[in-house]
């Protein structure tokens, strides 16, 4: 029972450096998400995939960039990381926009 | 600007203990959902709430929507060790198609 797996679970980066997080679900869902959690601001809203094909600016998309690559996956590129993008980043997916969202156990990112 | 607002932020509680978290905005919501997230683990759904006024119980756990739709509350009674963890709440504004989370109450609860 995966589930959402994402990848790397830690990463630590150079301030400029780039790199991509990768998200897979095995649960056929059409929707994806890419959150951050900061302390005290819960879980924002990066980008999202309704659908095979789509994607959507959440609340927080500058700096980011994404790829729903098939059904299955939904990464997450940052181009040029900066220390303000130090954060624990999750990936969910539902089976549509606004079902119930399963989530992935998070990747711990440090920009330093 | 936080559209959701959880107050309190964080509780500390003994077991056996009753306890209410809340979440509160300006803005309607067409439904609304609370998470509990353990350390080291994605938020888990709890329950979805649609209609204005609904109550929903989940063994010792009671979630209301607000009548008006803009807020909701959780209500544990006699919390056990193992409801420690992080609460969020999650609505989705009318016309937008996507959830937005609170600020998240901590709880923790002492054996």
Known sequence: ?112 | TQLLEQSPQFLSIQEGENLTVYCNSSSVFSSLQWYRQEPGEGPVLLVTVVTGGEVKKLKRLTFQFGDARKDSSLHITAAQPGDTGLYLCAGDKAGTYKYIFGTGTRLKVLA
């Not at chain 1, 959402?4 to 830690?10: E, G, H, L």
């Not at chain 1, 679900?25 to 819960?42: A, E, F, L, T």
């Open chain 1, 1 to 112: 029972n995966a589930g959402v797996t994402q990848t790397p679970k830690f990463q630590v980066l150079k301030t400029g450096q780039s790199m991509t997080l990768q998200c897979a679900q095995d649960m056929n869902h059409n929707s994806m998400y890419w959150y951050r959690q900061d302390p005290g601001m819960g879980l924002r809203l990066i980008y999202y995939s309704a659908s095979e094909g789509t994607t959507d600016k959440g609340e927080v998309p500058n700096g980011y960039n994404v790829s729903r690559l098939n059904k299955r996956e939904f990464s997450l590129r940052l181009e040029s990381a900066a220390p303000s993008q130090t954060s624990v980043y999750f990936c969910a997916s539902s089976e549509a926009l606004l079902s119930e969202a399963f989530f992935g156990q998070g990747t711990r990112l440090t920009v330093v």
